[in-house]
């Protein structure tokens, strides 16, 4: 072969190469993103060279072009998805992402997104359509069929081998979280679809006081034990403002049944679950429906995973829900927004149930710089590095902790409404107390995974117009917090138990 020679048919694949231009951009942007390893990249580019010559065995020009800007527009559009998640989120799609697009209205939706939106989306927009467009126009300008023609057994060959090496990689592929986390949301859907729900639930012969206005909010904890709130007498000062408050009722002995979210919050927020049917139609949010409150779900946790599912499935009967997390690592001030949204609505009835991120692994993600308080050596029996930081972070988000539940408290307090805030963690958590390691492991089930705070804030008004609480001291399981809740907004239904209800008068031993 001539020099000349040569170099034309180097050009002639450079020209060609161009059309690549689409494929490169997004590889790049996943290298800088994502940090995928240089094998991954190298043979996710082998492929598409491969591919793209592979399309030009297409003999009818015009299926060829409507092929070609269909798979590329594709290609082009799921992956800048995914890269401009990857810079909202700092995480990959995930199916909790595509609850969130697609089972929350439009608006939601849109406030959702615009509270996340960086510039650095549209420069990524840009760079894409110009790269889609540039990539499109070379490779229609190319001719290469002869040349390809002579190779197809071993295009063939080499695509299949490809194929394989890269399925097993998928993971670091671009654009396919996106198409796998819709697959995992659709059958996620249909387990969804199989349960009928019913908007009130099953709930028989309701009482309540319709004429009686009232603002409710019950807020969910996270891997929050009580032995490191100083409200219940923890040394350090972790509850600064709880401690101040007014009109707060603090609860001594309260115990969760179950030291994992799921089961804890299966017991906890549904009245009767021996069958899936009854689970799913006892939930406190369906009691709220049936007294004519106005319900509200507002949520920091993903919606979609194996440790959220259920409570989400649960959260479909609230008349508005909330999702404001899509990666575990958004703090969870988040919900702020969402909750001056709810409490600004003109209802005379409104039950607002929170669920927070909590104090939950990993515990540094879980507080803003502002509050890294805590970074003495802890009070702790195991003496090592690893427990006195993890104890110092725990003890961070405790605090912060504090702060949320207090500026929700605020909030409902400022319209001056009759109100309450019952506030309560899912379980507790072991951080290097009795055991040496920080978990909430139930087969380990020690007493500070069982201990949890439960905590009634209740409004001038509402104190004005109730009985005083006396049963503070007393022990109770959360399992039992329906009643408890009915007692508190006075609802009554046949399988209400008033021995079952911590504030209740007649209320006097454990259950
Ligand atoms: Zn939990």
Same mark, same amino acid.
């Given at each position: 072969?001539?020099?000349?020679k040569?170099i034309?048919?180097?050009?002639?694949?450079?020209?060609?190469?161009t059309?690549?231009?689409?494929?490169?951009?997004?590889?790049?942007?996943?290298?800088?993103?994502? &940090?995928?390893?240089?094998?991954?990249?190298?043979?996710?580019?082998?492929?598409i060279?491969?591919? $793209?010559?592979?399309?030009?065995?297409?003999?009818?020009?015009?299926?060829?072009?409507?092929?070609?800007?269909?798979?590329?527009?594709l290609?082009?559009?799921?992956?800048?998805?995914?890269?401009?998640?990857?810079?909202?989120?700092?995480?990959?799609?995930?199916?909790?992402?595509?609850?969130?697009?697609?089972?929350?209205?439009?608006?939601?939706?849109?406030?959702?997104?615009?509270?996340?939106?960086?510039?650095?989306?549209?420069?990524?927009?840009?760079?894409?359509?110009?790269?889609?467009?540039?990539?499109?126009?070379?490779?229609?300008?190319?001719?290469?069929?002869?040349?390809?023609?002579?190779?197809?057994?071993?295009?063939?060959?080499?695509?299949?081998?490809?194929?394989?090496?890269?399925?097993?990689?998928?993971?670091?592929?671009l654009?396919?979280?996106?198409?796998?986390?819709?697959?995992?949301?659709?059958?996620?859907?249909e387990?969804?679809?199989?349960?009928?729900?019913?908007? /009130?639930?099953?709930?028989?012969?309701i009482?309540?006081?319709?004429?009686?206005?009232?603002?409710?909010?019950?807020?969910?904890?996270?891997?929050?034990?009580? /032995?490191h +709130?100083?409200?219940?007498?923890?040394?350090?000062?972790? &509850?600064p403002?709880?401690?101040?408050?007014?009109?707060?009722?603090?609860?001594?002995?309260?115990?969760?049944?179950?030291?994992?979210?799921?089961?804890?919050?299966?017991?906890?927020?549904?009245?009767d679950?021996?069958?899936?049917?009854?689970?799913?139609?006892?939930?406190?949010?369906?009691? +709220?429906?049936?007294?004519?409150?106005?319900?509200? =779900?507002?949520?920091?946790?993903?919606?979609?995973?194996?440790?959220?599912?259920?409570? $989400?499935? +649960?959260?479909?009967?609230?008349?508005?829900?909330?999702?404001?997390?899509?990666?575990?690592?958004?703090?969870?001030?988040?919900?702020?927004?969402?909750l001056?949204?709810?409490?600004?609505?003109?209802?005379?009835?409104? =039950?607002?149930?929170?669920?927070? +991120?909590?104090?939950h692994?990993?515990?540094?993600?879980?507080?803003? $710089?502002?509050?890294?308080i805590?970074?003495?050596i802890?009070?702790?029996?195991y003496?090592?590095?690893?427990?006195?930081?993890?104890?110092?972070?725990?003890?961070?988000?405790?605090?912060? &902790?504090?702060?949320?539940?207090?500026?929700?408290?605020?909030?409902?307090?400022?319209?001056?409404?009759?109100?309450?805030?019952?506030?309560?963690?899912?379980?507790?958590?072991?951080?290097?107390?009795?055991?040496?390691e920080?978990?909430?492991?139930?087969?380990?089930?020690?007493?500070?995974?069982?201990?949890i705070?439960?905590?009634?804030?209740?409004?001038?008004?509402?104190?004005?117009?109730?009985?005083?609480?006396?049963?503070?001291?007393?022990?109770? /399981?959360?399992?039992?917090?329906?009643?408890?809740?009915?007692?508190?907004?006075?609802?009554?239904?046949?399988?209400?138990?008033?021995?079952?209800?911590?504030?209740?008068q007649?209320?006097?031993?454990?259950n």
């Amino acid at each position: 072969m001539g020099t000349l020679k040569f170099i034309l048919f180097i050009k002639k694949y450079l020209i060609h190469l161009t059309g690549l231009i689409l494929p490169l951009f997004t590889l790049l942007s996943a290298q800088l993103l994502y &940090n995928f390893s240089k094998r991954a990249i190298l043979i996710y580019f082998i492929v598409i060279i491969i591919v $793209t010559y592979t399309l030009q065995l297409i003999r009818d020009k015009k299926f060829f072009i409507i092929y070609l800007f269909f798979t590329s527009f594709l290609i082009s559009l799921s992956s800048f998805i995914e890269i401009s998640h990857f810079i909202i989120f700092k995480d990959a799609i995930s199916e909790s992402t595509i609850y969130i697009v697609l089972e929350t209205n439009i608006s939601e939706f849109s406030e959702f997104f615009s509270s996340y939106f960086r510039d650095s989306v549209l420069v990524f927009a840009l760079l894409h359509i110009i790269s889609f467009t540039v990539g499109i126009y070379y490779s229609l300008k190319t001719n290469t069929i002869q040349i390809i023609k002579k190779s197809i057994p071993l295009i063939i060959v080499l695509f299949l081998l490809l194929f394989s090496i890269t399925y097993k990689l998928r993971s670091d592929f671009l654009p396919y979280t996106i198409y796998s986390s819709s697959i995992t949301y659709l059958q996620q859907r249909e387990a969804f679809n199989d349960i009928e729900i019913l908007k /009130n639930g099953n709930f028989k012969n309701i009482e309540y006081k319709e004429e009686k206005e009232e603002i409710c909010v019950v807020i969910i904890g996270e891997s929050t034990t009580r /032995n490191h +709130m100083s409200l219940y007498k923890y040394y350090r000062d972790t &509850n600064p403002l709880l401690s101040k408050k007014s009109g707060l009722t603090v609860f001594k002995n309260v115990k969760t049944p179950h030291t994992h979210t799921i089961p804890a919050l299966e017991d906890v927020l549904v009245l009767d679950n021996s069958n899936i049917s009854n689970k799913y139609n006892s939930t406190l949010i369906q009691l +709220m429906n049936s007294a004519n409150y106005k319900t509200y =779900f507002i949520s920091n946790q993903k919606p979609i995973g194996i440790y959220e599912t259920s409570i $989400t499935l +649960m959260s479909k009967t609230s008349d508005k829900s909330y999702f404001t997390a899509i990666s575990d690592t958004k703090l969870y001030e988040v919900i702020l927004k969402p909750l001056d949204r709810v409490l600004a609505e003109k209802e005379k009835r409104k =039950f607002i149930l929170i669920h927070l +991120m909590g104090t939950h692994l990993q515990y540094s993600k879980r507080y803003p $710089t502002k509050f890294n308080i805590f970074k003495n050596i802890p009070r702790t029996k195991y003496k090592h590095e690893t427990a006195y930081s993890t104890i110092n972070q725990y003890d961070n988000a405790v605090l912060y &902790n504090d702060f949320i539940i207090n500026t929700i408290i605020e909030k409902v307090n400022n319209y001056d409404s009759n109100s309450y805030v019952l506030y309560f963690s899912d379980h507790g958590e072991d951080v290097y107390e009795t055991i040496d390691e920080a978990c909430h492991t139930e087969s380990k089930g020690t007493a500070p995974m069982y201990n949890i705070p439960f905590i009634i804030w209740q409004s001038k008004k509402y104190i004005n117009n109730h009985k005083s609480i006396k049963n503070k001291e007393l022990p109770y /399981n959360s399992k039992y917090l329906i009643h408890t809740i009915a007692d508190l907004s006075q609802i009554k239904f046949t399988k209400f138990d008033k021995n079952k209800s911590i504030i209740n008068q007649d209320y006097e031993k454990s259950n």
